[in-house]
C-alpha cells in the first residue's frame, strides 16, 4: 500500500449543542482542547507509574511504547493531528455515541466541566473518538454534522 492508499487518521470531537446558551465559543474551544489531549494526557499520565527507579533511567526502551501509544497515534501526531469537530444535541445523543465508539474498541475520553464558571455544577460537555483510522471513526461519528 502506497502513501496515498494508506487510511487517515483522525479525531473527532463531539460537542453538546443543548448546552450552548450556557456555553460561548471559548468554553466550547476550551472543552474540545481538553477532549483533544485527554488521549496523551491518559497516556503519559499512566507512563509515569510505570517508570524504573531511578526514573530518570530510561534504558533502551522505545519511547512511543513505553508511553502506550500505538501506530495509529504517531501517525496522528506526525500528519498534523487532524481533527473534525462535531455535534451532539443531547447528552443522550452524546453518551449513545460513546458506547458506539467503546463497543466498536475505539478511545473515548468524556470530559467534564467542573462547574466553576460556565456551568452551575460538573457537566459532560463533549468527547474525543481517537486518534485512529478513518474507517473505524467513521461507521460511528460519520452521520453527525459538522459544529
Known amino acids: 500500500m502506497t502513501k496515498k492508499e494508506q487510511p487517515k487518521v483522525k479525531q473527532v470531537i463531539v460537542v453538546r449543542t443543548d448546552t450552548s446558551p450556557s456555553m460561548r465559543k471559548g468554553k ?3 472543552q474540545a482542547g481538553h477532549a483533544a489531549m485527554a488521549c496523551l494526557k491518559k497516556r503519559i ?3 509515569s507509574l510505570r517508570l ?3 526514573y530518570m533511567r530510561y534504558g ?3 519511547f512511543w511504547e513505553f508511553l502506550g501509544i500505538g501506530p495509529e497515534v504517531v501517525e496522528w501526531l506526525r500528519g498534523g ?3 473534525i469537530c462535531a455535534r451532539a444535541d443531547s447528552l443522550e445523543e452524546l453518551l449513545d455515541i460513546q458506547k458506539k465508539a467503546e463497543e466498536a474498541g475505539l478511545e473515548v475520553h468524556v470530559i467534564t466541566d467542573s462547574g466553576k464558571t460556565e456551568f452551575k455544577e460538573a457537566t459532560i460537555t463533549c468527547l474525543a473518538i481517537g486518534p485512529d483510522y478513518e474507517d473505524r471513526i467513521d461507521p ?3 452521520h ?3 459544529l
Open 45 to 47: 499520565m499512566d507512563a
Open 60 to 62: 533502551d526502551f522505545y
Open 140 to 142: 460511528i461519528t460519520g
Open 81 to 83: 493531528e487532524a481533527k
Open 144 to 146: 453527525l454534522k459538522l
Open 28 to 30: 466550547v474551544g476550551a
Open 52 to 54: 524504573p527507579e531511578p
